[in-house]
């Protein structure tokens, strides 16, 4: 998957409708959301090597003798150029490991989920980058969060 192309548009009404529907439908059907403190410091950084100056108050004494002390970054930091491809990337193979898979038929080309096919229990999640949306049968979210 080339980078430009998981900066879709974020989840919208009709998605997030269709998965207030999801727990509606259901006999004992609920929703939480969820946010994800940190998020893009989750995912590792990818592309090129990617550098930092660190401002003096945060140099051990050390470094002292050093001119100009860089550090790698490892980690997606929000403001790198590329934040959002790799955090998204991160994320979305997350879930995909965890069991849930991406619905996308025509209507939904965004970040919506399924994770059980059983209908008494179909448990579905939008996603704005890292706030999720979990609805379905009441028991099963807390399963699948």
Same mark, same amino acid.
């Given at each position: 998957? *080339?980078?430009?192309?998981? @900066? $879709?548009?974020?989840? #919208?009404?009709? $998605? ?9 439908? &259901? !006999? @004992?059907?609920?929703?939480? *959301? ?12 990818? #592309? ?13 004494? *050390?470094? +002292? !003798? ?12 929000? #403001? ?12 979305? #193979?997350?879930? +995909? ?8 038929? !025509?209507?939904? &080309? ?6 059980? $096919? ?18 379905? *049968?009441? $028991? ?6």
């Amino acid at each position: 998957m *080339h980078e430009r192309t998981v @900066h $879709e548009a974020p989840v #919208g009404f009709v $998605e997030t409708r269709c998965n207030s529907y999801n727990a509606m439908s &259901q !006999s @004992h059907g609920g929703s939480i *959301h969820g946010d994800i403190t940190g998020a893009y410091t989750k995912s590792p950084l990818g #592309g090129r090597p990617t550098w930092a100056r660190l401002p003096k108050r945060h140099q051990p004494p *050390h470094w +002292e !003798s050093i001119r100009d002390p860089v550090v790698p970054v490892w980690l997606s930091l929000y #403001g790198l150029e590329r934040a959002d491809f790799d955090w998204t990337t991160f994320r979305n #193979g997350t879930l +995909e490991e965890a069991g849930w898979r991406k619905v996308r038929p !025509s209507m939904f &080309q965004k970040d919506f989920y399924v994770v059980q $096919e059983n209908v008494t229990k179909r448990v579905t999640v939008t996603i704005y980058t890292d706030d999720f949306y979990i609805a379905g *049968h009441a $028991e099963a979210i807390w399963e699948a969060y």
